[in-house]
């Protein structure tokens, strides 16, 4: 079968590689029909997240279930499904719990299209076929009538934009409805995503950002929006912030716009390594921050519920078919989903 690989910084390849064979009674294979790129892709692809070569791409998609193990009950061949980046197996404790990015039945980062930094590679879904093991857990179903373009981002990137609101829901739903507001600081799609899930809420969202066509976006998706440099009423602080940019002095303004008692969620990864917190000022006030890995697949089908019926797709840049991918993706600068027949 052909996979997309990473190559070198702006060289990206289809290879030839052994197709996947069902081994186990639970496993499944898939074919990716719309494969978008994280955020992360776009940073490897910039160079600005440096990343050894060598491996396959691609860990966000809606996919078709081409074979099933004799113990897969939940989904049959034919169907279209959501394959969360994270491979879990849905029974451990970890699993149980809800913390499937952390399945304590395989190394941690078990994942998709990220072989160096993955506990366990489980390749790349730009690629002809895709195993999938624990399917019964992994795989979630796609609605009726969703248009796949707009949700390949399922896997990863739309449901790390809901977490820093969709938890909270009841916690602002509380509120005096004046007070029913949220911040997203913008950067990529994560903040856009965030904004589509607090503006599915039914709450008022303002969006931060300095990009022009991220803040036309943010506005089609339902937010009021405010560019960086003139933060203008932007600037009252809010019970519920979220913060994508992984630049520090960002996070700190965010941190400073938030509630006394409030959340701050941030999604970025730092490749820095430390960053200097105003601890103290967040123990005075109360803030509670949140950081770390979305658990995609615990909170996947809350991300349907909530979106489906909304139009996710003006938060995709560019369509682009499949063949072409070598040469776009190392071009990407937003995103960018490819898409193949059924």
Known sequence: MRQLMFEATGTYAWREATGPQITAPDQAIVRPLTVACCDLDVAVAQGRLPMPPGHAVGHEGVAEVAAVGDAVTRVKVGDRVVVPFQINCGACGACRRGATGSCGSLPLMAMYGMAPLAGLDGGGFMADLVLVPHADAMLVGVPAGLDPVAIASMSDNIPDGWRGVGPYRDELAALDPADRRVLVVG??????????????????????????????????????????????????????????SAEP???????????????????????????????????????????GRVNARAVIPDVLSLLTGRDLTPAVQRVVPWDEAPAVWPTMTGKTVFTRAA
């Open 249 to 291: 002095a960002v996070l700190a303004a965010t941190l400073r716009a938030t509630w006394p008692d409030g959340v701050c969620t941030d999604t970025g990864i730092y490749a820095q390594g430390s960053v200097e917190m105003p601890l103290l000022a967040m123990y005075t006030r109360g803030v509670r921050f949140v950081t």
């Open 187 to 244: 950067r990529l799609s994560v903040g856009l995503y965030a904004v589509a899930s607090a503006a599915a809420m039914g709450v008022e969202v303002d969006y931060v950002d300095t990009d022009q066509s991220r803040l036309a976006i943010a506005e089609k998706l339902g937010a009021a929006v405010h560019d960086r440099k003139k933060p203008d009423r932007a600037a009252d602080p809010y019970p519920v912030t979220v913060h994508t």
